[in-house]
């Protein structure tokens, strides 16, 4: 069995995860730019998405979601915002298939249920997009 590579923002959602766990900031080298940002985005912006995301959520709050989940809806939101040019169904996707990977299929569900309720205030529509 061969393994893919991890893609860049695959690796952000393993660093993110792991400074989320050790509560402190990720302390290595980041050579890859896009995987940098989103990384450097999250840790900075961690309290504002987290508000966003337990204003959001009905029944969790952002510190009793599993630290997959809360990583992979951290990344995912922050994309949202932060990442114009991504499309918004790419991100969806992707927030998605991260959390079946790397949590469960349940939780997979979840995540796109509470990025999907967020898309709105996360990415204004642009003019463009209303024709």
Same mark, same amino acid.
């Given at each position: 069995?061969?393994?893919?590579?991890?893609?860049?923002?695959e690796?952000?959602?393993?660093?993110?995860?792991?400074? =989320? #766990?050790?509560a402190?900031?990720?302390?290595?080298d980041?050579?890859?730019? @896009? %995987?940098?940002r989103l990384?450097e985005? /999250? *840790?900075?912006?961690?309290?504002?998405? =987290? #508000?966003a995301?337990?204003?959001?959520?009905?029944?969790?709050r952002?510190? @009793? %979601?599993?630290?997959?989940?809360?990583? /992979? *809806?951290?990344?995912g939101?922050?994309?949202?915002?932060?990442?114009?040019?991504?499309?918004?169904a790419?991100?969806?996707?992707?927030a998605?298939r991260?959390?079946?990977?790397?949590?469960?299929e349940r939780?997979?569900a979840?995540?796109?249920?509470?990025l999907?309720?967020?898309?709105?205030?996360?990415?204004?529509?642009?003019?463009?997009?209303?024709?």
């Amino acid at each position: 069995m061969t393994h893919q590579p991890l893609d860049s923002r695959e690796r952000a959602l393993l660093a993110i995860y792991e400074a =989320d #766990q050790r509560a402190e900031s990720v302390n290595e080298d980041l050579p890859d730019g @896009r %995987m940098r940002r989103l990384i450097e985005g /999250v *840790l900075a912006n961690t309290e504002s998405l =987290d #508000q966003a995301l337990d204003a959001a959520s009905d029944h969790w709050r952002i510190k @009793r %979601m599993p630290a997959v989940d809360r990583a /992979v *809806l951290r990344l995912g939101l922050y994309e949202l915002r932060s990442e114009p040019k991504t499309p918004t169904a790419v991100i969806l996707a992707e927030a998605v298939r991260l959390a079946k990977k790397y949590s469960t299929e349940r939780s997979g569900a979840f995540v796109n249920g509470l990025l999907g309720a967020l898309v709105e205030d996360a990415r204004p529509v642009d003019e463009t997009d209303r024709q």
